[in-house]
């Protein structure tokens, strides 16, 4: 929806019925915190782009109230731009200038990015992420080695935990007290991940400590970004049953086939109504409920992924199913041009 305030040209498009917390949590696990009061819409929550020009203290005086991404590439950044005054703001607040503006970005702009006219853009500084806090990239932008960075404090007791970013990382911090398995998909009851030293970016994980821990029961470890390209984060779902969330998460209905990870850290369990999920976690979205839990197998150097999808185990290793890009199973004649997903591929129907 569009809404005249002066000279800004507000853009709210707010989301679905899913909204926010920790750790992939079913009622009952751990770290749920509330959602965003029912606000529903679009998937571009939290979005403000202004179109008019403004001056310095004008852009100053925003109000950026829920806002977590604010563009400027509609306007010619005015010099001697400052801090903004409204606050509290959100601690991964993204800003978007113009390429040609990026010498007048203020150092107290701390996460912003450069974008030209063909959609070429770049993060300008180094910054780091704040877990728990609502994220929304609209845009995908370039990154240096090192130069965007994010910190879990995991629980060290052993158990899973799960983990979705952005971007392409190396573990720096923590290394050899934790262990990490990258999702590969689902085989009956049980969701198969393999031994990862990398995350990548965009894809469903968990994490566990290994070893000795700290004192207060808790494992700080830290991702720092290989040069790659930060993806937009738009959507809830990844690819086939995986979903990653960036934002404020809960479950509306208890009749949805969402499963969260549970407090024990050990299965990813139904979730029902109001069951919540923070930025930086991950879910499963199934096509039809596959029982109330399922169990996590991790696999050490596994060989093969397994494909992302959910068979008929009374019809397993006929006809392969197909899903679209949603992750819901796809029946009838697909339209042409669609992209649909089979054994782990993106197919194009012709």
């Known amino acids: 929806m569009l809404r005249h305030f002066g000279t800004l040209f507000l853009l709210f498009c707010l989301c679905a019925a899913l909204q926010a917390t920790d750790g992939g949590s079913a009622k009952g696990s751990r770290g749920s915190v509330s959602g965003d009061?029912?606000?529903?819409?679009?998937?571009?929550?939290?979005?403000?782009?202004?179109?008019?020009?403004?001056?310095?203290?004008?852009?100053?005086?925003?109000?950026?109230?829920?806002?977590?991404?604010?563009?400027?590439?509609?306007?010619?950044?005015?010099?001697g731009a400052t801090a903004f005054r409204h606050?509290?703001?959100?601690?991964?607040?993204?800003?978007?200038?113009?390429?040609?503006d990026a010498s007048r970005v203020p150092e107290a702009w701390q996460f912003t990015v450069a974008r030209a006219g063909n959609g070429e853009a770049r993060l300008l500084h180094s910054f780091e992420l704040t877990d728990g806090a609502p994220l929304f990239i609209p845009f995908p932008f370039a990154v240096s080695t090192g130069q965007l960075r994010y910190t879990q404090r995991l629980i060290a007791d052993g158990n899973w935990q799960t983990l979705c970013l952005p971007f392409d990382a190396d573990a720096v911090e923590g290394q050899g007290l934790f262990e990490a398995g990258k999702a590969l998909g689902m085989d009956g009851a049980a969701l198969a991940f393999g031994e990862t030293e990398t995350i990548?970016?965009?894809?469903?994980?968990?994490?566990?400590?290994?070893?000795?821990?700290?004192?207060?029961?808790?494992?700080?470890?830290?991702?720092?970004?290989?040069?790659?390209?930060?993806?937009?984060?738009?959507?809830?779902?990844?690819?086939?049953?995986?979903?990653?969330?960036?934002?404020q998460m809960a479950v509306a209905d208890e009749n949805e086939s969402i499963y969260l990870l549970t407090a024990d850290g050990s299965t990813f369990a139904h979730a029902a109504a109001g069951s919540t999920l923070a930025p930086f976690r991950c879910y499963l979205s199934l096509f039809e409920p596959a029982g109330p839990q399922l169990i996590i197998r991790f696999e050490r150097n596994a060989a093969a992924a397994l494909p992302p999808a959910i068979y008929n185990k009374e019809n397993h290793g006929a006809v392969q199913p197909i899903y679209d890009l949603a992750g819901r199973r796809r029946t009838g004649t697909a339209r042409r041009g669609e992209i649909l997903i089979m054994k782990n591929m993106k197919l194009v129907n012709k």
């Open 200 to 247: 990548a970016g965009g894809a469903a994980h968990i994490l566990r400590t290994v070893g000795t821990a700290s004192t207060d029961g808790r494992l700080t470890v830290t991702f720092s970004s290989r040069a790659c390209t930060v993806a937009s984060t738009l959507g809830y779902l990844y690819q086939g049953i995986w979903g990653t969330n960036y934002r």
């Open 87 to 100: 606050t509290p703001t959100e601690p991964n607040l993204l800003i978007y200038v113009r390429s040609e």
């Open 37 to 79: 009061g029912g606000l529903t819409g679009t998937e571009w929550t939290g979005y403000l782009k202004i179109s008019e020009p403004l001056t310095a203290d004008e852009l100053a005086t925003i109000d950026l109230g829920g806002v977590t991404c604010l563009d400027l590439t509609g306007i010619s950044l005015p010099e």
